[in-house]
């Protein structure tokens, strides 16, 4: 089936299959920012924004964005690289498969909160999982990250 | 999963008159649960722009749209104080901001599921449930009855009434599911107490709803933890589950009547 939707700011025309997810549909159109883990919403890698809002793509069909509008880390590359910094910076990148789904995110959580605390930020980026960092590196990173901005 | 259709009304009238068409036909909510399902789909018809995705008041009340997502309950501005913010709290711990982002108020209620945190709090608020063919019902009933595929669940109803309630769960780790979930609430001689993920369904316990309005949350512990019913799962056993309860349950009355 066809679908229409703006990604990354562009408006595009996929051809997909009904069964597809949308984590599936990007990754085979090239979009490979977003990571597939768990495969069951659970872990956060996938995390794109659906109409602004944070979504696991694994569990997104992909259909369901027709007309809808999608953003993934290949479209906010000013903000993923300053994230990707401060994380480098903070020892927080070890083997980077979750960052990609992290940066979306911190990205989301910019717009909606206005100069969150500390348990705001864990709450916020709970469904993001890292196995390699312990977080507490992690938060060092984004606080850095957020300071910056500022 | 294999769909072969995959349909998207533009209203919940549209909705109903497709799975009229298409009787095998499988309504996607959030998608979260259809998603990890095994069975074969051939339609889907997905709510995502049928226009249910709202809470808001009504001369009665609130109403949460079918398609109202869990952040969207813990963000409503109508729901912060509604009886003490327990429709907030209840969710609030789910997964993460994502999975909160997609899983559904009707998703969740179709579902029945056993450790539905939600399901508990409503029980508690005298929810109602509204579904396309057989209309209006109080929210104890409708899980009372066999789901019928072929009905839609269109919105939920809370009634204007100014609920003092508590909230309490227990997770082995942060954002798991819930081991126990309890919600009681208070509104002048009414009086609920709600325990769920027993692991089965959140029930009333009538008992301990009149300790409650005499005001002994101790009794309402007791009373609560001796007469449900609590059984094993991989989280927890049975007789830890009726421990947790009279814990959880003092709590949530003692907070209640403070
Ligand atoms: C990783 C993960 C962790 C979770 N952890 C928790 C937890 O800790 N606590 C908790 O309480 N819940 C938890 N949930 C469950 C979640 O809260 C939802 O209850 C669940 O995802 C179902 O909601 P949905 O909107 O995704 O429904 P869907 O998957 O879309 O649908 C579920 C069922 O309802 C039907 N349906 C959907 N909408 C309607 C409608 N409007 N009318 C009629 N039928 C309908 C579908 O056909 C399907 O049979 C978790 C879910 C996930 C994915
Ligand atoms: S791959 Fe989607 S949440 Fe883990
Ligand atoms: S750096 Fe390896 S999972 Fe986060």
Avoid at chain 1, 70 to 84: H, L, N, P, S
Avoid at chain 2, 171 to 199: M, S
Avoid at chain 2, 216 to 229: K, Q, R, W, Y
Wanted: negative net charge.
């Amino acid at each position: 089936m066809t679908i229409v939707f703006t990604l990354n700011d562009r408006e595009v025309t996929w051809e997909i299959e009904p069964t597809e997810t949308l984590l599936q549909a990007l990754r085979r159109n090239g979009l490979v920012g977003a990571k597939e883990g768990c495969d069951t919403a659970s872990c956060g890698v996938c995390t794109v924004l659906l109409d602004n809002k944070p979504v696991p793509s694994c569990a997104v069909p992909a259909a369901r964005v027709d007309g809808h509008t999608v953003t993934t880390v290949e479209g906010v590359q000013d903000q993923a690289r300053r994230i990707g910094e401060a994380m480098a910076a903070e020892g927080a990148d070890q083997c980077g498969y979750c960052t990609p789904g992290l940066v979306m995110s911190l990205v989301a959580m910019e717009k909606e909160l206005d100069q969150p605390d500390d348990e705001q930020i864990r709450s916020y980026l709970a469904g993001n999982m890292c196995r390699c960092s312990g977080y507490t590196s992690q938060m060092r990173a984004v606080r850095k990250y957020l300071g910056g901005g500022r | 999963m294999t769909k072969q259709l995959y349909l998207k009304p533009r209203s919940a009238a549209e909705a109903a008159a497709l799975l009229a068409e298409h009787r095998r036909a499988v309504i996607i909510g959030g998608g979260a649960y259809v998603r990890l399902g095994s069975r074969r789909i051939d339609v889907a018809v997905d709510l995502y722009d049928a226009g249910l995705d709202y809470v808001r008041r009504t001369p009665n009340g609130l109403e949460l749209g079918a398609m109202a997502t869990f952040r969207m309950l813990e963000t409503a501005p109508e729901l912060q104080d509604y009886a003490d913010g327990i429709l907030v709290r209840c969710v609030e711990r789910i997964v993460g901001v994502q999975v909160r982002n997609i899983t559904t108020v009707g998703g969740t209620l179709f579902g029945r599921y056993g450790f539905s945190n939600l399901i508990t709090a409503l029980l508690a608020l005298d929810a109602e449930v509204a579904l396309h063919h057989a209309g209006r019902m109080p929210l104890g009933d409708f899980l009372a009855t066999k789901p019928d595929s072929c009905d839609l669940l269109t919105a939920v109803f809370l009634p204007d009434q100014v609920w003092r309630a508590s909230w309490q769960d227990m997770t082995r780790t942060v954002n798991d599911y819930a081991v126990l979930n309890v919600a009681a609430a208070r509104c002048g001689d009414q009086a609920r107490v709600v325990v769920g993920a027993r692991p089965g369904r959140g029930v009333r316990c009538p008992e301990a709803e009149a300790a409650l309005l005499a005001g002994d949350a101790d009794g309402a512990a007791e009373v609560a933890a001796s007469t449900l019913e609590f059984g094993n799962d991989v989280r927890a056993g049975g007789d830890y589950r009726r421990e947790l309860c009279r814990t959880l349950v003092a709590r949530a009355t003692a907070e209640v009547l403070a």
